[in-house]
């Protein structure tokens, strides 16, 4: 049976979200437990994590335990074969940016999906290959994702809602 494409975002009995991704070699990729540090523009441009991106101990046990609870298998006999950390992109408002790059003709992105990419592949795909061939996107409304949304415009007045001194959402 192939299990390509099969997610499982589950919510444990300690009510940690975990996403739960079983692959065709018999491998279980598990991640989630959020709370993520939150890692300021200033310290990403002076190269953090650019070395190095450990692991907490404290979201593996949680993570571990959490599965160790949904599965009695794993519970039994699985083990734990490594651990990561990575950066993950996340615009400011949770969603992607998805569409064409302002200012830039034939230039199109799809990015900061979050833990989200490896579900939305398929759909993020289709939508790319639409702008890339025809220049819309046919299949899906992706206005929302719109990678201008935190671009000030020419002509606005700036006035709109902020987080901190920059600009979210719609602003006129």
């Not at 940690?16 to 079983?22: L, T």
Request: hydrophobic residues 35%.
């Amino acid at each position: 049976m192939a299990l390509l494409g099969l997610q499982l975002s589950l919510t444990s009995a300690n009510n940690e979200a975990v996403e739960v991704y079983p692959r065709p070699d018999g491998t279980i990729y598990i991640c989630g437990i959020g709370g993520s540090d939150y890692i300021s523009t200033e310290d990403l441009k002076s190269g953090a994590f650019r070395e190095e991106c450990n692991a907490k101990e404290s979201r593996v046990e949680a993570a571990s335990m959490a599965f160790q609870g949904m599965s009695s298998l794993y519970d039994k006999v699985g083990e734990l074969d490594r651990v990561q950390a990575c950066m993950r992109p996340c615009p400011p408002d949770a969603r992607p940016y998805m569409g064409p790059v302002p200012g830039f003709e034939g230039a199109y992105i799809n990015a900061g999906h979050n833990c989200w990419g490896i579900a939305w592949a398929p759909a993020c795909g289709k939508v790319m290959s639409e702008l890339v061939t025809t220049g819309q996107a046919d299949s899906v409304d992706i206005s929302p994702f719109d990678p201008s949304r935190f671009t000030p415009s020419a002509g606005r007045g700036g006035r709109g809602r902020k987080r901190g001194s920059q600009s979210v959402g719609e602003q006129w």
